[in-house]
């Protein structure tokens, strides 16, 4: 009978070396899985937005290349006024970009991103400013539009001295004409078009 001793110290041999590789890849596996998680986990929060932006941050929304934009409603002896933030996030925010500072402010429930037909490539941000009408005979309400892929902004602009509500689109805010008029009428359905703009008060 052959001594079958060299065949199982070989087979031995063959199986510690399969377990010291499978152990081996799972462990990679579980430290890629684990990364992948940690990635999927490191989203800002709004309260990590309003930490590092200060408490006129309003709103933040997330776009598809994994940036965020980021509105301030600032009220200081320095600044008064509406800026649009875009920014990245790895453990902390990086700024990218800054809007200059915009006439009016920011509220949270009317702040999201939107395509156009036309434009269909482009994702832009919508916003609306605070309500300064405040129950008296004199008020001004903006709506911005922020595009995500030039940083510019299209304003347009609601004020009320007598009459009906009256809304201005100046510059490349005629280009987007339907839009403003009807977030506009939402909330002032007796408004009326006008070309002349009228002081912020």
């Known amino acids: 009978m052959k001594n079958r001793t060299p065949q199982i110290i070989v087979f031995a041999l063959f199986a510690l070396i399969m377990m010291v590789v499978f152990i081996f890849t799972a462990l990679n596996t579980s430290n890629e899985q684990q990364k992948r998680i940690a990635a999927i986990k490191e989203v800002p929060t709004f309260q990590k937005a309003e930490k590092?932006?200060?408490?006129?941050?309003?709103?933040?929304?997330?776009?598809?290349d994994s940036t965020y934009v980021i509105g301030l409603h600032l009220e200081n002896k320095e600044e008064w006024g509406a800026k649009?933030?875009?920014?990245?996030?790895?453990?902390?925010f990086k700024?990218?970009?800054t809007t200059g500072l915009l006439q009016g402010g920011l509220r949270s429930n009317d702040f999201d991103t939107i395509r156009f037909k036309s434009l269909a490539d482009t994702l832009f941000v919508?916003?609306?400013?605070?309500?300064?009408?405040?129950?008296?005979?004199?008020g001004d309400v903006f709506y911005y539009l922020y595009n995500t892929e030039t940083g510019t902004v299209h304003k347009a602009h609601l004020y009320y001295r007598e009459g009906p509500p009256q809304l201005y689109l100046g510059g490349e805010a005629e280009n987007y004409k339907g839009f403003f008029v009807e977030l506009a009428k939402k909330m002032y359905p007796s408004?009326?078009?006008t070309n002349i703009d009228r002081e912020f008060e």
Do not use: H
């Open 52 to 64: 590092f932006f200060g408490e006129g941050t309003v709103a933040m929304v997330g776009l598809p």
């Open 84 to 92: 649009f933030v875009r920014a990245e996030f790895d453990s902390t």
């Open 95 to 97: 700024v990218i970009s």
């Open 126 to 138: 919508y916003a609306t400013s605070s309500d300064y009408f405040s129950g008296t005979a004199i």
């Open 191 to 193: 408004l009326q078009i």
